[in-house]
């Protein structure tokens, strides 16, 4: 099977498609809850020719499996969040190499050396549990930048605020990596005019604050770090992989990350680009768990590969494909 620098060279659509298809044979013969699924769907590596007929597994199924294409020893468990009582989702990982080449590949595809930034992480509800792929990340993301200023903050934003305005004036390339929430926060605190920072919200209020539609968070957020855009990184706990946005909402997939959107009312076909769907992610890093993923995300998909995030399903099963889910 690949290993984990050939996942990350792939850099074209026929690539893509050729691994792609390969992975799908490989999970369909070593993953035993996805063959049940693609069994139950009459869509056995026979009848699945491209992309568009390989099933995309229920995301919900990491809440109630064990969803592993290895019998290998499980290195490391990824959980999501929720609140108390709250059945969270587990992803079990079997080799730390898939997930450290693709962040860490992703990262410089998309931003270039991670050692020409500092790299100041605002994460609270993350760092107050255990579990998070996230936190697993940016940790080793702040030890790359081999930045003696690099750093987790906590709940002390008065010294993460003297920090920001500090590198900035000393023209440093910093990367403030937050929760929104926090970030929030923050510029309630205190207001900033930031030239050399990458302000990067990782989404979410946690409970802690109202909703807010996109487009009024990036405007609140501008205003108070004084930067033109806000940066997004597209992630979950059930994938190895990131999408990230230079601004205004619009993602882009690594070259061995993509999605598909579906139709919301059936989870079996498609939408046309530009046109709103379920998304569907192809994360060929998970290759010992699953790499075809229907997500809860409500999103459109253009025709130049990128995507955007638009809310999310109202009811907790995927409709049309929630076969097995318990």
């Given at each position: 099977m690949f290993k984990p620098e050939e996942i990350i060279q792939?850099?074209?659509?026929?690539?893509?498609?050729?691994?792609?298809?390969?992975?799908f044979r490989f999970q369909y013969e070593h993953n035993p809850v996805y063959q049940q699924f693609c069994n139950l769907l009459n869509k056995t590596p026979e009848q699945v020719k491209t992309l568009t007929d390989v099933p995309f597994l229920p995301i919900e199924f990491f809440k109630s499996k064990d969803v592993l294409s290895?019998?290998?020893?499980?290195?490391?468990?990824?959980?999501?969040?929720?609140t108390t009582g709250m059945i969270t989702s587990k992803h079990h990982v079997t080799d730390l190499d898939y997930y450290e080449y693709s962040f860490r590949a992703a990262f410089s595809h998309f931003y270039g050396n991670?050692?020409?930034?500092?790299?100041?992480?605002?994460?609270?509800?993350?760092?107050?549990?255990?579990?998070?792929?996230?936190?697993?990340?940016?940790?080793?993301?702040?030890?790359?930048?081999n930045q003696p200023e690099s750093g987790f903050y906590l709940h002390n934003?008065?010294?993460?605020?003297?920090?920001?305005?500090?590198?900035?004036?000393?023209?440093?390339?910093?990367?403030?990596?937050?929760v929104?929430?926090?970030?929030?926060?923050?510029?309630e605190m205190q207001k900033f005019n930031l030239s050399n920072t990458i302000i990067m919200e990782t989404g979410g209020m946690k409970?802690?604050?109202k909703e807010m539609i996109r487009e009024e968070l990036h405007q609140v957020l501008c205003e108070g770090f004084g930067v033109s855009k806000i940066h997004s990184e597209y992630g979950m706990t059930e994938l190895l992989s990131q999408g990230y946005s230079f601004?205004?909402?619009?993602?882009?997939?690594?070259?061995?990350?993509?999605?598909?959107?579906r139709d919301?009312?059936?989870?079996?076909?498609?939408?046309?680009?530009?046109?709103?769907?379920?998304?569907?992610?192809?994360?060929?890093?998970?290759?010992?768990?699953?790499?075809?993923?229907?997500?809860?995300?409500?999103?459109?998909?253009?025709?130049?590969g990128s995507f955007e995030i638009l809310g999310r399903f109202d009811h907790s099963d995927i409709r049309g494909c929630n076969l097995m889910v318990v």
């Open positions: 792939i850099q074209t659509k026929k690539d893509f498609h050729r691994v792609a298809m390969k992975v290895s019998i290998d020893p499980i290195k490391i468990t990824f959980t999501s969040s929720g991670i050692e020409d930034y500092v790299v100041l992480a605002l994460l609270p509800a993350y760092l107050e549990r255990e579990g998070s792929s996230l936190i697993y990340m940016v940790e080793d993301l702040i030890e790359g930048s934003y008065e010294e993460l605020a003297k920090m920001l305005i500090d590198l900035d004036k000393q023209g440093k390339n910093v990367l403030l990596i937050g929104t929430y926090a970030l929030l926060d923050m510029i409970g802690r604050r601004g205004d909402g619009i993602f882009e997939c690594p070259p061995w990350m993509d999605i598909l959107t919301p009312e059936d989870a079996l076909t498609y939408v046309e680009e530009g046109k709103t769907g379920g998304v569907n992610v192809i994360d060929l890093a998970n290759l010992n768990s699953c790499s075809f993923i229907a997500t809860q995300d409500l999103g459109k998909k253009y025709k130049d």
